[in-house]
């Protein structure tokens, strides 16, 4: 089967970056398509500097926690592997990982220090070098403008926005974003907000709740930044409800994500990814723990 991406989460010490100066200023970065030969777009791209080193092509991710690079790019790193890590994903087995010592991300005039950077053996996924965290720029408040293909980062207002501006109040944990939601009209639980993920993932717990059936012997092949697992493709018409938003999870698969859910202390359901997000704008703001999901 071909296989594809669910990016997930990396379960370690959260990231750190800290702009050159103040946030005081606004920035807005232009991002590319990941494209494949059989779809025109997956994901979005991030092209940035490390340490001075070749422009690296990162996919932005808001379900990782760390810049990850595969050995391949992070060959011309001037620091070495400091220590190994065990890292978490959606369902998947490891792969071997280890930190190295912080480093400088420059994307055009914007440069962030001492970000945590992690290398993974073996390719990620084609067409990329890494994998960068929106929770990189958590500083700011971040605008991912996904059909116009820009990241805006922004000072925080001064006061906390309402909630009726459009923003859902989310779990933030590790550095994730978790918005309460409810699939297909009957099954409540959180979700993963993941920017990363090539398809829109749902637990076979809450999948069988919400009758929605899969064939088990239907496989899809799954690959991420932590490993390879397996996925089982739903049906059309999975939906999840976010407030008053009802978002298409199409495609959609089954994955197991007991090993991921265990360290979360509220019941984890799915991942909302890319294919779900692709028409929206999605601003988060990790400040006070918000999120808000416009069309565009």
């Known amino acids: 089967m ?19 100066d103040a946030p005081s200023r606004h920035y807005s970065l232009k991002l590319t398509s990941l494209c494949t030969p059989q779809s025109p777009s997956i994901g979005l791209l991030l092209k940035g500097r490390i340490d001075g080193g070749p422009v690296l092509r990162l996919l932005l991710d808001s379900g990782a926690q760390q810049i990850v690079l595969d050995r391949r790019a992070a060959a011309n790193l001037s620091a070495s ?18 930190r ?9 005039d914007l440069i ?16 990329i070098d890494g994998v960068i965290p929106t929770s990189l720029f958590a500083g700011f408040l971040v605008r991912l403008d996904f059909p116009g293909k820009s990241l805006d980062l ?35 639980g959180y979700v993963l907000l993941d920017t990363g993920a090539t398809y829109n993932a749902v637990s076979p717990a ?32 999975v939906r999840f409800r976010c407030g008053p938003r009802v978002l298409s999870a199409d495609p959609a698969v089954v994955v197991n994500l007991s090993e991921f859910a265990s360290h979360y202390p509220f019941e984890v359901t799915g991942v909302l990814g890319y294919p779900a997000l692709r028409t929206s704008i999605v601003t988060m703001n990790y400040r006070d723990g918000l999120v808000r999901i416009e069309g565009r």
């Open 2 to 20: 071909r296989a594809v991406c669910i990016a997930g989460a990396l379960l370690a010490a959260a990231a750190t970056a800290f702009a050159a």
């Open 206 to 237: 809450a999948a069988r709740v919400s009758r929605n059936y899969w064939n088990p012997s239907s496989v899809i092949s799954l690959r991420g930044g932590t490993g390879d697992t397996e996925g089982f493709p739903l049906a059309p018409g």
């Open 112 to 127: 962030l220090r001492d970000c945590d950077i992690v290398i993974v053996d073996g390719k990620i996924l084609e067409g």
């Open 81 to 98: 592997a400091s220590s190994a890590l065990r890292v978490v994903g959606l369902g998947a087995a490891s792969k071997p990982c280890a």
């Open 100 to 108: 190295v010592a912080s480093g400088t991300l420059q994307i055009g």
């Open 154 to 188: 922004d000072p925080y207002p001064s006061e906390t926005p309402v909630q009726d501006a459009g923003y859902l109040p989310a779990r933030t944990e590790h550095s994730l974003f978790f918005l309460n939601t409810v699939l297909n009209g009957s099954q409540p």
